[in-house]
Structures are given as C-alpha cells and as structure tokens.
C-alpha cells in the first residue's frame, strides 16, 4: 500500500517561473475579476501561469485555476483578497488516507479531486518542517456527494494523528470578517436580533450555493463574551442557532423530540450512544434565540462520531461525521 509521507506532498509546492495571464470567461452582467483580484492571486504566486477565472458570485467571488513549475492550483477570491488556495494532486487518493474511512460507517464510497491546501488567510495551513497539513477530497456514497477532510498532524513526541471529516458537498469553505461579503438580508437579520458580527464560514456548494456560519455576539458581551452561531442558507434563511453557554442539556435520549428519537433509533445508527459532558459531542443540547430552537445531537462508537443539528420538531438540518485516531 501506498504511504503518504509529509515529505512527498511538500515537494509538490515547489514554484516555478512563466509569464501570468487570465481569462474571464464570464458574461455580463458580472464584470470579471478586478484588478486588485489578479493582483492578490500574483502576490501570493507570481510566477503561476495560465490563470482562469470562473464567476461564483457575480462581482464577489471567483475561482481560479492556474500553473505553477507544472503542479496545478485552485484558488478563491474575493475583489481585493486571496481567500484560499488548493494544490490539485494527480492520482488517486493514497491507500493511507483511503484505509481511515474502511472500518467506519461510511465506507465503501468512491474518492476523487484530491487536493493539498496550500494557503488560507487567516491560518498557516502548510507547515515547513510537514508536521500538520490538511487534504480534500469529493467523494460519493450511497449516490449522494460530500466532502471528506483530512487534519494530518506529526508531533515531535508521540505517533501522528488524523482526523477526518465527511461534511456535505462543498466546492470549498473560507472565513471572512468583513460584514459586507454577508447578504443584505443575513445582515438585516442579525440588526433585528440585536447582535453584532464577528466572522464567518462561508461554504460554497454545488452549483455555486453559499451556506453561511456566522458566529455574533449581543453588544453587552463585547469584546469577549459569549458567541451565537446562526446558520443561513443563500436565500437569507436562518437555519439553526447554537450557543453552548445558554444551551438546555439532556442527559436522556427519551427527553429529545419524537422525531429525533426515531432518528437515534434507525438501523443505520445502530450501536451509536449518546454523547456525554461537554462541547460539540457531548450531552445533546437545545439552543434558542428569539423565536428559534435548535438541538444538536452527537452519537458515538468507538473512534466514529455523528454531529447531528436538528429543528424545534425534530427535523434534520444538516449531520456531518468525525473519525480519528493514530497512524
């Protein structure tokens, strides 16, 4: 079996040397790329070649693909910002990574469009000395499309560690603190809450379809207090709001909604039990802010965890799952 070694990726990050050009391939009314969008994508690697951009927020974010001393990139951008960027790695995904899925619940899936995060804005997502790097990939089962994600860490003491996430489908996720990449409406939203906005995950899904997690606090926290985290879909819904400091705590699967309980009780969850204590995969929860209730639910069996959101009467929201370990 192949095995993936920190070095072997780190030697793909090598750059090269060649002339830049871009192509907008974009109709009106989006104006393509603007220049101090090509300039943060060069700033970062001035020496990538071949840049095409693709529209996947007319005049608010793009995607590009690129060159560099032959290894191919993909980035996202913002008008005046590199959000992040992915080095597309050739093959399929090493039998290393593809064996941490093959005991767990979601195995027998099909991988594809492995890629190496290469940098982020706000983090260091590549580390010189190859102790910590994180890698996608697409990835299908049961017929339907998510994302998994690799945290691949190698301590100086101890034996390296992993831990892997199936989240749904997304093209890429990138954190923003600047209000006006929020919708109109999500912004209008949080003023009638009363709360003000910090940051935000931004998930961009099939066919260009943002999720946004923003994380708020109500002005009588600042600057430390407590943080809300509400989640919109595109069209300025809010979906769920959670806030650990304030949550409802069930200790009990029969104090959860019927709904949930049936969820709990599926053949597919079988040998999965409640989580207890605290943060996100403890006890389950129950969030409210204004006329908004959200439970969240984590499950585990052993090394595997399901992190469960659901609304006030029990219908899911969104599920995603964990798996970790040493390797």
């Not at 995607?63 to 032959?70: D, K, L, P, S, V």
């Not at 008008?79 to 992915?86: I, K, S």
């Not at 619940?105 to 260091?124: D, I, M, P, Q």
């Not at 990939?137 to 049961?142: E, F, G, I, P, R």
Request: charge should be neutral.
């Amino acid at each position: 079996m192949n095995q993936l070694k920190p070095l072997v990726l780190l030697g793909l990050l090598l750059s090269g040397s060649s002339c830049n050009r871009f192509d907008d391939q974009q109709p009106t009314p989006d104006y393509g790329p603007p220049a101090g969008t090509v300039q943060a994508l060069t700033g970062r690697y001035p020496q990538a070649q071949d840049i095409l951009f693709t529209t996947l927020a007319p005049n608010q974010l793009w995607q590009a693909t690129f060159t560099q001393q032959r290894q191919r990139y993909q980035a996202l951008t913002s008008p005046a910002q590199l959000l992040t960027a992915d080095q597309l790695l050739d093959g399929a995904v090493p039998d290393s990574l593809a064996r941490l899925l093959e005991s767990t619940v979601v195995a027998g899936g099909t991988f594809s469009n492995l890629r190496l995060r290469h940098y982020e804005w706000h983090r260091t997502v590549v580390h010189p000395n190859g102790r910590l790097m994180y890698l996608y990939a697409d990835y299908t089962w049961h017929q339907q499309p998510y994302t998994v994600y690799w945290s691949l860490a190698w301590p100086t003491t101890g034996r390296p560690y992993y831990n892997l996430h199936l989240l749904p489908f997304q093209q890429t996720e990138y954190q923003t603190k600047t209000l006006t990449d929020i919708p109109e409406l999500i912004r209008a939203d949080l003023d009638r809450l009363g709360l003000t906005f910090r940051y935000a995950m931004i998930q961009v899904g099939p066919h260009g379809k943002r999720h946004y997690g923003l994380f708020a606090q109500q002005p009588s926290a600042l600057p430390t207090g407590q943080y809300w985290q509400l989640d919109y879909n595109e069209d300025g819904q809010l979906l769920a709001v959670t806030n650990p400091q304030t949550a409802q705590v069930f200790q009990r699967m029969d104090q959860l909604p019927p709904a949930i309980q049936a969820y709990l009780q599926q053949p597919a969850m079988a040998g999965f039990v409640l989580g207890q204590g605290g943060g996100a995969h403890g006890s389950p929860t129950r969030h409210t802010y204004g006329l908004l209730s959200t439970y969240q639910v984590s499950v585990q069996k052993d090394n595997q965890r399901w992190l469960l959101i659901f609304s006030d009467n029990g219908q899911l929201i969104s599920r995603s799952f964990l798996t970790y370990g040493s390797f």
